[in-house]
């Protein structure tokens, strides 16, 4: 017999295509009735009860009459879900998917058709990230590869390969049937449906403000019509094909990467469609399309040359449409859909991405931790983040702790453990993801927390766990010197990470927010400093003076590691999408850019930064810079901004990725690094060697330290010594050939100095009790 | 495991209404643990009911030692005796004194073994007083503190 499957939905297209083409297939399907409250402009409000069924009859009654929409699943009907139903289709809207998955235990499928947001934020949001990932046998089916483009990983990872959807059959019917030569319409037609819903009011209020032209007919269902002649409302099916195929075009109004059918209706039925910037249509064809409307400007133009009847650009817009009709076209969509549900349906077996047991995550089937374990905490919120589905870490120690990671991983036998607040379950999961699906590394994740109570006692639950495992934790890695003060209730061999300690090279300046702040969290670090088995460092002028700041004893410098970071960048940068590097193009605007990634701390001298920049304005006004900070953290470094009239020069891209980090480093006038101290060699700088941007910095110790005798190759400036800086900062400018070449030399001895294997050297040598060499 | 015979002076809930009953250093671990969570949190000796609920779920591992605290933290009764965040902020303050226990509790159970031991309650008063007025990293600082000092005092 074949299978039964419970068909969430109510979309009247849907009904028509896919429920009809499931039933083709030889499947029962049973199908809803659409009896919420929630006015949908889209839902099919037609009796479903007529539908053949071999359920029982007081089952079939029980279930036609129950609101499965926007609704709890009630016991009885969950019940009814897992004893009567092989699989249940769920399409449409994320908030039905998690009743299903609470309600409903066997495979699902999630069908989607593209939304105006992200469904793996919204998924978080909810908190079902846990739900989704540790689930047995749930798809999602994309109905096409750019609509998840800017989902999460774990999202994606639940993903079938694309099926497209089709138009409804009676717009083949209609295509057929129509009188090739009926006379066109001087109107160009819109779709803004039901426009008391708060989208499609905004989408209406725009689209008003910017054309206000009577030639417009704004298509759509509505529930009340403003007073707006152009909005035509409600009509018949065969009224709404007629009008769409004699008007002169179709104008597509949406900027965000979904698309709904009308325009492609319109395709099918031969009228050309003119779309804007970052649409999904505009991302299925490219700007070079005769129908991409960059501006509303260009807009314009080209409706008006199409109303106008300039029939060589609509035929030119038909022909290049085409790749995107046959997308959608019943004859290409229909065997894919056939294939893939046939395979869903019959092996819908599917592992879970990963299993929870108390607090841990782990990948499903790994055995956890074993004999060998190395410890990472990493319980604070924003280390890591998403930026376009693809999870990022923060510039300074989370690439560090990335760096450490690997190293561990691949030249040891040791499982790593990292722990995660609740909120970072996701980005961490996703970050760590390669090394977690090879079952060498677990998540510790914590509970939501409502107070600081609460945090503490998850704090707590941590350290149960490590002791639980203590004879096992050969090395606890803890990456800053005040934020994981609970390493101390571990006894276990600590490494601790210090990279530097700006109170000590600059004592006037307040770090946290207060100077009695500052002061715990010195204690905090001495008192680890003082524990710790190794401390990790990256330069020998870091090594030099730890032992004088009070956070290592003096008696103790032998055991501080000296670690060079090897260039951070290059494993998680690649070559930007299209729309990223529009969008970053339209940020910068086409200007000359200085760049200073870079946290906006006391020691960074960003207000100098800006004088600088507003100094060099005079010369070149059309020079900005890109910082990646946020102005607020130091209160003059705004207030200089607002002084110096910088707001409109300043691009900033805070928590861009590394792929974005590598763009504009490639397409910089230059770095331009102004901080007076570094704890390292600093990152930016190797990173603009290796990605060919001009170096302009201050001539720091940690920079002499490393580039020795070759640091005349690099452009070094005074502290804060203004006129320096302008002038070498014109030098590179001028001769950005010269100082990149002059800088390539330098690269080379770079690399053997600050490689991944000395590296990797150092931190074997600040873990002493894990085995390195005996990598798997 | 070893087994040892039970305290004259051991209360009801150490079992003392059947003398003949041998308990194991676990067994009296874990209900030393339950006194010291009601004694804590809810400022009162075990009920029958309440201790057998917490050495049932201790001992088959349903539940941590923190579940204890967490689960009295959350019940009714600890509603009524922990004030509430509008009254001056003393809820976290109190939380954080509950906080001080569950130090003991978390590395290496060293405060139910003060009960065991019959060494009573060396510096637990001071911790106390001291996390009432401080935050996470202090009483953390603190713990360190005082874990050392007794260490000191016992190889002495």
Redesign the interface.
């Given at each position: 017999m074949s299978s039964r499957i419970f068909w969430l939905g109510m979309h009247k297209i849907l009904r028509t295509t896919e429920l009809v083409q499931l039933r083709l297939m030889g499947y029962e399907v049973f199908g809803p009735d659409y009896i919420s409250t929630v006015y949908d402009q889209s839902a099919d409000l037609s009796s479903q009860s007529g539908q053949e069924s071999s359920l029982p009859e007081d089952v079939f009654r029980k279930l036609i009459s129950f609101n499965f929409f926007y609704n709890e699943i009630t016991e009885e009907i969950s019940e009814i879900l897992n004893f009567y139903f092989d699989a249940v289709i769920v399409t449409i809207n994320p908030d039905w998917l998690l009743a299903v998955l609470e309600a409903y235990e066997g495979p699902v499928l999630y069908r989607t058709y593209g939304q105006p947001y992200s469904l793996s934020e919204h998924f978080n949001a909810r908190g079902a990230w846990e739900t989704m990932t540790t689930r047995e046998n749930l798809h999602v089916i994309p109905f096409a590869a750019e609509t998840i483009e800017h989902e999460q990983e774990w999202f994606r990872q639940l993903c079938t390969e694309p099926v497209p959807y089709q138009i409804p059959d009676d717009v083949f019917e209609f295509a057929k049937g129509r009188r090739q030569n009926a006379p066109r319409r001087s109107e160009i037609v819109v779709s803004i449906p039901n426009i008391e819903n708060p989208y499609y009011s905004a989408a209406y209020e725009k689209f008003s403000s910017r054309f206000s032209e009577g030639y417009f007919r704004i298509l759509g269902p509505q529930r009340r019509i403003p007073a707006d002649p152009r909005i035509l409302g409600e009509m018949s099916r065969a009224d709404l094909l007629d009008r769409m195929s004699r008007a002169s075009a179709y104008f597509y109004i949406y900027n965000d990467p979904v698309c709904y059918l009308p325009p492609i209706e319109t395709m099918q039925l031969g009228r050309p469609v003119v779309f804007g910037p970052g649409s999904l249509l505009a991302r299925f064809s490219n700007e070079r399309n005769p129908g991409y409307a960059r501006t509303d400007e260009q807009a314009s133009a080209l409706l008006n040359r199409l109303l106008k009847r300039d029939s060589g650009l609509a035929r030119e817009i038909v022909a290049a449409q085409e790749p995107v009709r046959v997308r959608y076209d019943r004859a290409h969509v229909r065997p894919i859909f056939e294939r893939v549900f046939r395979r869903l349906l019959a092996n819908p077996a599917r592992p879970p991405a990963c299993e929870k047991h108390g607090n841990t995550i782990k990948v499903s089937g790994s055995d956890g931790p074993g004999d060998e374990v190395v410890v990472v905490p990493l319980h604070i919120d924003g280390l890591f983040h998403y930026v376009d589905g693809r999870p990022t870490a923060l510039e300074g120690i989370p690439r560090v702790v990335d760096a450490l990671v690997d190293t561990v991983i691949s030249k040891s036998s040791a499982h790593v453990v990292v722990s995660c607040t609740h909120d970072s379950k996701p980005v961490i999961f996703d970050f760590f993801r390669a090394h977690i699906s090879a079952g060498r590394v677990t998540i510790f994740a914590f509970n939501q927390q409502r107070?600081?109570?609460e945090?503490?006692?998850e704090?707590?639950?941590f350290?149960?766990y490590v002791?639980m495992i203590s004879q096992n934790v050969k090395a606890y890695i803890v990456p800053h010197y005040?934020l994981f003060?609970?390493a101390?209730?571990?006894?276990v061999p600590i490494t601790l990470y210090l990279p530097d300690y700006f109170p000590y090279l600059m004592p006037d300046e307040v770090f946290d927010t207060s100077s009695e702040k500052d002061a715990?969290?010195k204690?905090?670090g001495s008192?680890l400093g003082r524990r710790a088995t190794r401390v990790l460092t990256n330069s020998q002028f870091t090594k030099e003076y730890l032992p004088q700041t009070g956070l290592v004893p003096e008696e103790q410098g032998d055991k501080i590691v000296v670690a060079p970071l090897p260039f951070l960048g290059a494993k998680r940068a690649s070559s930007l999408a299209d729309y990223e590097r529009i969008r970053l193009e339209k940020a910068v605007g086409g200007r000359p850019f200085l760049f200073y990634p870079t946290a906006n701390r006391p020691n960074k001298k960003l207000t100098f930064f800006l004088r600088l920049l507003a100094f060099k304005r005079l010369e070149n006004p059309e020079l900005c810079a890109v910082l990646t900070c946020s102005l607020d953290s130091v209160p003059e470094v705004r207030t200089t901004a607002e002084d110096y009239n910088l707001t409109d020069a300043l691009v900033m891209l805070p928590g861009s990725n590394e792929s974005t980090m590598r763009w504009l480093y490639e397409n910089t006038a230059a770095l331009c690094l102004t901080s007076i101290a570094e704890g390292n060699f600093p990152p930016q700088v190797l990173e603009a060697l290796n990605y060919g941007a001009p170096v302009v910095a201050t001539r720091l110790p940690t920079i002499s330290e490393v580039a020795r005798s070759e640091v005349g190759k690099l452009l070094l400036c005074n502290p804060l010594d203004m006129g320096d800086f302008a002038e070498k900062l014109a030098f590179a400018m001028a001769n950005r050939d010269k100082i990149i070449a002059r800088q390539n030399e330098l690269l080379k001895s770079m690399h053997r100095w600050n490689s991944a294997e000395a590296f990797a050297t150092a931190v074997a040598r600040s873990l002493p009790h894990v085995q390195f060499g005996a990598s798997q | 495991m070893k087994t040892v015979a039970k305290a004259d002076d051991s209360s009801d809930a150490l079992g003392r209404d059947n003398p003949s009953t041998g308990l194991t250093v676990r067994e009296l671990e874990v209900r030393a643990l339950v006194i010291q969570a009601y004694n804590a949190v809810l400022r009162r000796w075990p009920d029958p009911v309440g201790m057998r609920y917490y050495t049932d779920r201790l001992q088959s591992g349903a539940m941590s030692e923190i579940d204890v605290f967490t689960g009295l933290l959350r019940s009714e009764e600890a509603k009524l005796i922990v004030p509430a965040q509008t009254h001056g902020g003393d809820r976290p303050a109190d939380r954080m004194a509950v906080l001080a226990g569950v130090f003991r509790a978390a590395t290496n159970g060293e405060l139910t073994r003060h009960y065991v031991d019959g060494i009573g309650r060396p510096h637990i008063d001071g911790l106390v007083s001291s996390a009432l007025k401080t935050d996470f990293a202090r009483s953390v600082l603190l713990f360190c503190s005082n874990k050392e000092s007794t260490e000191g005092r016992v190889s002495r």
């Open positions: 107070d600081e109570a945090a503490a006692f704090k707590l639950r350290v149960e002791s005040y003060p609970e101390l209730l571990n006894d715990l969290n204690q905090v008192e | -």
